[in-house]
């Protein structure tokens, strides 16, 4: 079967981001279109190949058996076509680039170091870093948007078509203002009385932090904002002793080292789970993607 040549890169972006989504508005803000925007591109590709890819319903937006078939294909074509246009690019100039996203858990703390050693090796390199959600990064690393992400493991649905190397380990803590009454809780059940900030839907460390509270017997909590923002978290934990917040060690290590943030002392070893390097499973690395992924391994191995 020829391929139509009617179907371009944004048909596939957008059926993609749709998918990963199961939404409509999320892909759109993904991809910087309109809503209708976004649901005429797909429309436009599910006509022309003359079958319904996504359906929706009142729960969100599902694949369909072809759609199930055409995503992996997609998103393979898009990333090794992508991947070929930088590998050619990167000989035929004399500087080259690496596109890096990179979860909260390591931006602060990890990466900073990473980056100024990789640029001193590196120095016709151009870095660019990115900063997301887990959602959000692995979504552009599998369309070729990225090259690699650093961050925590997310469950399997979202690493399809991605490898994973493990750099350690890390647990979710509760934290708060040294002041705070929430210090002399006993429980997670007692933090119902405390404002919570709760990692989002779309957050790496969210399915780990709600099966560790189920088990507890913990209901979600009411009086919750829902955010992954470090910047935000931290001003507001900050500046009010009555909130506490529940994130990656990785994203609070340096208030907790010079104890602006002190951890609440609640059981939460059920919420370790690994950081690592995330990449596309088909491509072949490149020098400098290799590169930093051994800055990387060499940065977490040796003592700090």
Partial sequence: MNVDRRIKFRHLDAFSAIARASSFKIAAQDLNLTQPAISKTLKDLETI????????????????????????FAEQSTAALRHGLRSMHAHSTAAGQLKVGALPSVASRLLPRAVLAFQTLNPNTTLEMYEGSHRDLTTRLRSGGLDLVVGRLGNPDTMVGLGFQQLYSEDVVVVARPDSLALDVQSAADLDGFRVLYPPKDSAIRPLVARHLI??????????????????????????????????????????????LVTVPVEMAATHGAVGIMSRAEDIPAVSMRTFSKLLTNLCSAPE
């Fill in 49 to 72: 190949l003359g079958v319904v890819l996504l359906e929706r319903s009142r729960s969100g937006v599902a694949l369909t058996p072809q759609g199930e078939v055409f995503l992996q």
């Fill in 215 to 260: 088990s507890q017997g913990v209901p979600l909590f009411q009086n919750r904002i829902e955010t992954a923002s470090p910047t935000f978290g931290r001003a507001v934990v900050l500046s009010d002793p009555d909130t506490v917040w529940i994130i990656s060690r990785g994203v609070v290590a340096n208030d907790l080292d010079q104890n602006t």
